[in-house]
Structure formats: C-alpha cells, structure tokens
C-alpha cells in the first residue's frame, strides 16, 4: 500500500528510482529483454493503470475491481485475457 499511496514517502525515501525499475523489468518480462518504446509504454501504462485503480476506486467490489482493472491492463497491453 505504501507504493500506492505515498508516493511523497517514496520520494523522502529515495525509492521512486525503484519503483521505475521495477515497472521496466514488468517490461522486459512481458515483452522480452529490448522492449520497443511502444511495449514499454503499454506496459507502463498498464502497470501504472493498476495501481491508478486501486486508488480510484477504494469502495468498489474488490473482485469486480480486479477483473475491470486485469481486462482494461490486458487491453493496454494488447492482449486478449479471454481467449
């Protein structure tokens, strides 16, 4: 929660670097070791997109929220989750 929420804290704390590395290697696992700039960025999004949900939407039915939040990631990443 602490990477979700306080970005602030983060910061204070020198972790922010962290965070973006963490995101980069989501990257690479998805889309292989030299990913284009348009499948770091769809994964960035996707990633980022995550986190903006479990923020946006606190009250929301935790498995509804799951199952928008995966779809519309999957959808950033141009994957098909239900096939």
């Known amino acids: 929660?602490?990477?979700l929420r306080e970005l602030t804290t983060l910061a204070?704390?020198?972790?922010?670097?962290l965070v973006l590395d963490w995101r980069a290697r989501l990257g690479k696992l998805l889309?292989?070791?030299?990913?284009?700039?348009a499948q770091a960025t769809?994964?960035?999004v996707a990633v980022g997109g995550l986190q903006?949900?479990?923020l946006q939407f606190p009250d929301a039915p935790e498995d509804d929220l799951r199952r928008a939040?995966?779809?519309?990631?999957c959808a950033?990443?141009?994957l098909?989750?239900?096939s």
């Not at 939040?69 to 990631?73: L, T």
Request: proline share 6%; hydrophobic share 50%.
């Open 1 to 3: 929660m602490l990477m």
């Open 12 to 17: 204070d704390l020198g972790l922010i670097g």
């Open 31 to 37: 889309h292989g070791p030299e990913p284009t700039l």
């Open 42 to 44: 769809r994964a960035a």
């Open 52 to 54: 903006d949900c479990a």
């Open 69 to 73: 939040a995966v779809d519309a990631a």
């Open 76 to 78: 950033a990443l141009g």
């Open 80 to 82: 098909d989750r239900h």
